[in-house]
DNA sequence: CGCATTATTTTGTCCTGGACAAACGTGTGG
DNA sequence: CCACACGTTTGTCCAGGACAAAATAATGCG
């Protein structure tokens, strides 16, 4: 990552400085530090002044804790562990079927930087697989595909910023082009503060848009007091918000109490996303939509309860 | 900025964690620690538990010291100075003219959230005024706009990520609508490591497929020798980088230096950004465009020296 | 037996103060 | 006008201690 350029941050093959690991893995330089006093692992080597040298297997294991800690894990065991069977952790934890072979063209395009191609070629894949099966089937695959690639370092951070970023066009542009105003029901799309991750939401929002919903999209984190004045203005219907598995548990809780209480009684709320996929008992009145095939459903339910002639 | 949810990170109204102000500022918590230590600026409060503890008054003073040292001041002077004129520093420095509000417009769009609106009338504007005039005049005084507007907290860093992405798929979809492959000049732009700002490249990449040009985006943060790999692998006439302000002198010069020797000798490299702008001085056989404007005349200037058939 | 509340472990962030290397500005000589 | 050497400025790193927030386990209640 930091070699081929003989002046700066000179690491030859040895490792990669502190810094450098905190921006490859996503930890912070205090946890590298603290884990390695307390679980003896990372065990970086020593420059010529002391600093920290992480050899290039160490940040890979980093990057694989990571990844299985973004999936809910927890880091003393899995720093405990003698660093053996992960991968089947990994399995275990991120549904990985092992088929995924159908998203490994992804990576060598990604690879090659060739972003046009890469452009067209999903773009060729929405119109031919439709909406739906894009939404539910592909980019799921390419998600776990890249952040595979990211744990063995195959992928670059960079590189799978880039890949996020052409996927979300896509939805976009799909989305706006389906936009259908004043149809029933209006839902209000956005994600809490402190959660970003903006893919997830734009995939409900495009599977909602293509069974009918009229969609306003808030973007992400936003406020609560924000979301509930959104709510009031634009007479919404549904206001849905996405979690990611990092997002921690009790916080989403306490924030959907307080929006539930917030909002009309007449408004509903959906919840989806990973971070509240296992662990969520109910909430009352919030509805949890725990895989990406139940949005349709969802919508049904929705209308079943709520003939077309009765508003207003 | 952490305040309308009640529950987490109780900052009522006296300030905020040093872990905030780093997310709002982008100054490293070693570095706010540090300069209290030498400078006795920031002086922030401490909480209960001897946390620090910043007043808004100080966020916003760092968020000023950041945006200038941005533009190539150095913090010593800034923090000495008692806190005073700095105001007037922006206006050196930015070429700041003042007369700024025909980008006003931006900021209560961007605050509403009005996402759809907002991409409206970006294309409109696109389309009005031409893509030449529109980078050249519309985005830059944008880009102040949202500059001086995150400098006093009147613009959150997510709402600056959200115009940057949306001005970035403008220039992007304008771009690809007129890209000419076959034609000549054929440049192949990128930005060296560790400089990942995107948008500046996507602006000169817009002027020169506008005339003519055909261009080839790597994206950001391509190491030195993938630069020399594509050039030769595409047969490129002109490889196109582009700095920003915060990029270190010197290594852009020993970068530049590198990469000139790598590069066939028939093959130019153009070079631009606010990075390179003042203290530029020459460097054999790198050619460096300092203002946007300078983009058009350098690819006449190139086809003058390239006669349309001596190729081959 | 489900759910909420409390105790106990786990885990990340913050603190202080010291130290040095990289970046910068300046001055001198070619 | 440009290259190199020198002192200064400035950011990052280190160590070890400490505590708060999160997660788990244990407990009580309907």
Redesign the interface.
């Known amino acids: 990552m ?1 070699n ?2 003989p ?2 941050t000179d690491s030859p093959v040895l490792g990669i400085g502190i810094a450098a690991v905190e921006r490859d893995t996503g930890l912070g330089k205090d946890t590298l530090r603290i884990w390695e006093r307390r679980y003896g692992f990372p065990q970086p080597l020593r420059d010529a002044f002391g600093e920290r040298v992480y050899p290039p297997e160490q940040v890979e294991h980093l990057r694989l804790v990571k990844r299985l800690m973004d999936q809910g894990q927890r880091p003393g065991a899995l720093l405990r562990q003698p660093m053996a069977d992960l991968g089947a952790l990994v399995a275990d934890g991120g549904a990985t079927v092992g088929a995924d072979d159908t998203a490994d063209w992804i990576v060598p395009m990604l690879k090659a ?1 060739d ?2 191609p890469l452009r067209a070629e999903l773009a060729q894949r929405l119109a031919r697989d439709g909406l739906e099966r894009f939404v539910i089937e592909t980019v799921p695959a390419l998600n776990r595909r890249i952040g595979d690639g990211w744990m063995t370092g195959e992928i670059e951070i ?1 590189e799978e910023h ?1 890949y996020t ?1 052409l996927v979300q ?1 896509q939805l976009r542009s799909a989305t ?1 082009a389906l936009a259908s105003r004043g149809t029933r029901p209006q839902v209000l799309l956005t994600t809490l ?2 959660e ?1 991750h903006l893919l997830g939401l734009l995939m409900v929002e495009s599977l909602l848009a293509a069974n009918g919903a009229a969609c306003v ?10 979301i509930v004045g ?1 709510a009031r203005a634009t007479n919404t219907d549904i206001v849905a918000l996405s979690f990611s598995a990092a997002y921690p548990w009790r ?1 989403a809780r ?2 959907l109490i ?1 929006l539930r209480a917030a909002l009309p009684v007449a408004t509903e709320l959906w919840v989806g996303g990973a971070g509240l996929a296992g662990r969520g008992r109910k909430i009352a009145g919030v509805r949890a939509i725990g895989v990406l095939r139940d949005v349709a459903p969802a919508l049904t339910d929705w209308h079943a309860a709520h003939p077309p002639r009765a508003r207003h």
Chains 1, 2 share one sequence.
């Open positions: 930091d081929s350029q002046v700066a930087r972003i046009d960079f880039l970023e066009n706006h503060k402190e970003e999209s808030l973007g992400a984190q936003t406020p609560i007091a924000d959104a916080k306490d924030a307080q």
